[in-house]
């Protein structure tokens, strides 16, 4: 199994190559300093996760999430940053990141987090779980058998073209299913659709 961390401190990187060892036998850790080298990394390498550092000195902020799912949409990104606002989180999970992690979370936490990642889940912080969502939790239930297929990937961060792509459906019957699902739920974007689920105790599947 192959993972890939974007940053461009040399230390964390160094610290977090030990970590990540620990997650599943056999992994191999590879390293990028830029966005851009990250990229490249994965046009050549098929990679589980890519866990990447918000605060890149080329490139900081939501500008680094966008710039990567722009360039390799398929692959799941964890989010790693020093910024754990409530606001920050759900804005990068509604840029389809596939979780939240902050620098401050423990070593055994932070090992659970990409567990949870790595068999299909969103991880959010409790942080973010714990702020007020405008919208109350809304069952799965009434979602057709076609809107909950869509709505699992979604859960996992994929966007509209890797869902089509999956699904065999047009983007554009996606992004209608994608509006039903999110007034069926009462979400607004993509992180109150993956807090109301995870508020529900809906797993991803």
Known sequence: MNLLLVDDHTLFREGLRGLLANISPGVAIHEAATVDEGIDACRTTSFRMVLLDLGLTTSTGLDTLDRFRAG?????????????????????????????????????????????????????????????????????????????????????????????KQLGLSEGTVKAHVSAIFQILGARNRAEAVIIAARSGIKVM
């Open 72 to 164: 390799v949409p398929e692959v799941p990104v964890v989010v790693l940053s020093g910024d754990p606002e409530p606001r920050h989180i759900r804005s990068t999970i509604d840029r389809g990141a596939a979780g939240f992690i902050p620098k401050s979370h423990s070593t055994d936490l932070m090992i659970a987090a990409l567990r949870f990642v790595l068999a299909g889940g969103v991880y959010l912080p409790p942080r973010a779980l714990d702020a007020p969502a405008d919208t109350a939790a809304a069952s799965f239930t009434r979602l057709s058998p076609r809107q909950q297929q869509v709505s699992q990937l979604l859960l996992r961060g994929c966007p509209n073209k890797v869902i089509a």
